[in-house]
């Protein structure tokens, strides 16, 4: 059973929830009023799909020998490192 974050309305607690991903937001332990769910963090990625995650990471990276703060002729933000 997937464990999401909530925070109430009306008090600003934030707490975790256990149940099913179709079930109704349960109420506040505190205040027994309103929660709302909330994004907290990216959840965690196992196996294949960290495999996956990871090689699009990388794919960003600038390439071996490349400067990543490397500006073009007439770049005017003072950073630039010739090549």
Request: glycine letters at 10%.
């Amino acid at each position: 059973m997937p464990t999401y974050d909530y925070r109430c309305r009306d008090c600003h607690l934030q707490f975790e929830a256990r149940h099913p991903l179709n079930a109704t937001s349960p109420a506040c332990p505190t205040c027994g009023g309103w929660a709302e769910k909330v994004i907290l963090c990216a959840p965690a990625m196992h196996g294949h799909m960290a495999r996956g995650r990871e090689l699009a990471m990388r794919s960003l990276d600038p390439r071996p020998g490349t400067h990543p703060n490397t500006h073009g002729p007439g770049c005017q933000c003072g950073a630039h490192h010739p090549a």
